[in-house]
Structure formats: C-alpha cells, structure tokens
C-alpha cells in the first residue's frame, strides 16, 4: 500500500528560529492536509492543499503543495512557544473517497 | 460552530472489559470517522460512516471492535472485551462529505486498559 513519509521526527529549535517539515508519499495526491496536535487534544486543521504547486499561508504558518503530487512542505516563520506541538501532515488513500492517512508526525519544541 | 463533542475524555478499564464511545459531529457534516492513535503515531483510521451507512470498515478489529451511526448523526465505537493493546486515544472526526473535504477532529477519548 501507499506510504506517507514525515520527516523530520523531531525538532528542538530556539524562539524566533523558522522551522521547515516535509512529507512525501509514494503515490500522487490531489490533496494536503496539515494538522496541529497539542497535548490531550484532538488535531487542528491548520492548512487545506489542493492544487500541484499550490502556496497557501496561515499566519505565520506557509504550507506548499510540491509540484510532483509526491510531497509537500510546512514552514513557520519566526517560531514562538506556542508553536510547540506535533504536526501531521494526510493526504487522501488511493481509489478511496473522503479516506485520509496520517504521517506519523513533526514534535517541534521551541526553546526560550 | 460548534466542533466535535466525545465523551468520556477519560476511561480506564481492565483487560476483558468492554468500553463505549460517544461522538457528536459538526452539524451538517454527512461523514464521520472514528480514528485510533497510539502515542508517538499518527491517527489510523478504523471506520468511515457517510450519513448512516459504512463507507469503510476494513482497519476495524470486528471480532472486537463495533460502531454503529443508527440515525446519521451521532455515533458509538465500542470494544467488547478490550486487550491491553487497545490503550490508546480514539479520535473523532466530522467532515462535509464531498471529494476530500478537510476533517475535523474532536478531543478524543483517552483509554487505558489495565
């Protein structure tokens, strides 16, 4: 089956550094999705991507949807405590409709 | 709007037991989902209901596992008897149900089985 790659695993970054994640597949997706997961909570959806080559912002948060359909890209500018968190990227199951499976996750840490 | 709503937040059990969760989608969302996430993984789905009907089960334990969506709105996960490796948070989402609308996810139920 189709494999969904979340790199890095974890991220230990100072306050006010950027901070970049990747995600690729090995099959092509029509849509990216990007969550926020705090501690005890359910994810947050953070950016929707539906189109090869796509950039869409959020914030300080910019996401891009790579323009092979195999991957795609999470960066957050000038990094707060609050940033803190895991970030999944999901994209779509092949053949399925409404179907997604979930990277296994970015843990960003932001030090002081 | 209102999110997702689960209840318990919270549940531990023994081995054997058997455990019911409760989810209330985003009103006029036709899809729901009940995921599973083991810590240090990402979500995994377990079944996908559209409206009241089964669009995929087929990550779902059956002989353990049962979920149900009798009326089109809100929906029960149940494990009868729990193993010890079914610790975990079961997650629940809503969406609007067309080609690949985003999901949204409640807070989850957190399960411990002793």
């Known amino acids: 089956g189709q494999q969904l790659n979340q790199s890095p695993q974890s991220m230990f970054i100072q306050e006010g550094e950027d901070v970049s994640m990747n995600c690729t597949s090995s099959s092509i997706f029509n849509t990216w999705l990007w969550y926020k997961q705090d501690p005890g909570e359910g994810p947050v959806l953070l950016i929707a991507l539906y189109k090869a080559g796509e950039l869409t912002s959020n914030g300080r948060l910019t996401a891009q949807f790579g323009i092979t359909r195999k991957d795609s890209f999470l960066n957050i500018s000038a990094s707060i405590p609050s940033d803190v968190g895991i970030y999944f990227c999901a994209g779509p199951e092949t053949d399925s409709w409404g179907k997604f499976q979930f990277g296994a996750g970015t843990q960003v840490v932001v030090t002081p | 709007e209102a999110g997702v709503a689960q209840s318990p937040r919270y549940k531990i059990i023994e081995k054997r037991q058997s455990v019911a969760f409760w989810c209330n989608p985003i009103s006029g969302h036709a899809t729901l989902y009940w995921y599973q996430q083991i810590l240090g993984q990402g979500p995994k789905l377990l079944i996908q209901?559209?409206?009241?009907?089964?669009?995929?089960d087929s990550q779902l334990p059956k002989d353990r596992f049962s979920a149900e969506r009798l009326k089109g709105v809100d929906s029960t996960l149940k494990i009868q008897p729990a193993k010890l490796e079914d610790s975990a948070v079961y997650l629940c989402a809503s969406s609007f149900g067309t080609v690949n609308s985003p999901l949204h996810f409640g807070n989850g139920t957190r399960l411990t089985v002793t």
């Open positions: 209901f559209q409206n009241n009907g089964v669009v995929d």
